[in-house]
């Protein structure tokens, strides 16, 4: 019987042993993580995360995670110089060269801004349903409210109110927001613009892929999701369904998927809406799709596995 169990137990060892090594250090990338949220975005509100319970799912077995606080509403450039600042007091306080930057929706335009104008700082940009060639949505909102009208100025305070108890209850600060400026970057126009200053990793296909490896040197990535609707017990999905109308080809509810792509497409059809990719509402997803916090894991490995 003693020898049985000894056997067992060996079996077991063995079994177990290769999954703990992995474990400890499967997200270990060679340099630091900085997640980026994206428009309305926060990195931690009332204790809840933006990124939902990703930062704690990639420290576990050995990234280095910060979590970036800039502008809830604001034009990409302005979010890219405040992010560019969060990223050097990075580099200080780790002694780290360069950074991994992972973006969501606006933040990914935020973290390529960062990547073109400092390139020496960044090893990578991911981008998940990042606008990278605008949204149906905001041209929609942005031509169905015409400029300086009343209807413009009641929409504008009811926001700035918003944005003002997402920074009271983050912590935010003193951050500036400009809820037109940030419609305005997110529009296909807008992006279009911005595309043409900071084009690195932008495909030049309406739907292909761009420069895995950017002219700068940075390596870009992105996946999204491609579904609106994806959990009946998720009240945003019902927004996201409405949102989900305006377009014409797959999205998450927010984004198109062609306007995701950026360098390496990872995937551009997970079972995903835009809450979902960053593992939320409060981690209610679809039941029969990957787990968002183990995307983040593997492509923490992926970062890894590339030397970066």
């Known amino acids: 019987m003693k020898s049985i169990l000894s056997v067992v137990l060996v079996s077991f060892l063995i079994i177990i042993g290769p999954v703990k090594a992995e474990e400890a250090g499967y997200t270990e990338t060679k340099y630091p993580i900085v997640l980026v949220h994206g428009l309305f975005g926060f990195d931690t509100l009332a204790g809840v995360d933006y990124f939902f319970g990703i930062p704690q799912a990639l420290t576990k077995s050995g990234a280095t995670v910060y979590v970036a606080q800039i502008s809830a509403a604001n034009s990409t450039e302005i979010r890219g110089e405040q992010l560019l600042q969060q990223v050097q007091e990075v580099l200080a306080i780790t002694g780290a060269e360069k950074v991994n930057l992972i973006g969501h929706s606006h933040g990914g335009p935020t973290a390529r801004y960062v990547a073109s104008v400092a390139p020496e700082l960044v090893a990578s940009v991911t981008s998940i349903g990042g606008v990278n060639k ?59 613009e911005f595309n043409q200053k900071y084009p690195e990793g932008v495909p030049v296909s309406e739907c292909g892929e761009g420069d895995y490896v950017g002219t700068n040197g940075v390596y870009y990535y992105s996946w999204t999701g491609d579904r609106n609707f994806t959990n009946a017990l998720d009240p945003s999905d019902a927004l996201l369904v409405i949102f989900g109308l305006a377009f014409d080809e797959p999205n998450d509810g927010l984004v198109g998927t062609c306007s995701t792509h950026l360098g390496k497409v990872i995937r551009d059809d997970y079972k995903m809406n835009h809450l979902d990719e960053i593992n939320g509402l409060l981690g209610i997803t679809h039941l029969f799709e990957t787990d968002p916090k183990t995307l983040y894991r593997q492509h923490a490995n992926r970062l890894k596995l590339q030397g970066l």
């Open 134 to 192: 605008g949204s149906r949505v905001a041209d929609i909102l942005r031509g169905t409210i015409p400029e300086d009208s009343i209807p413009e100025g009641v929409a504008v305070k009811i926001t700035e109110a918003f944005v003002a108890m997402i920074n009271l209850l983050s912590g935010g600060g003193d951050l500036p927001q400009d809820p037109l400026e940030a419609l305005a970057s997110l529009t296909t126009q807008g992006s279009l």
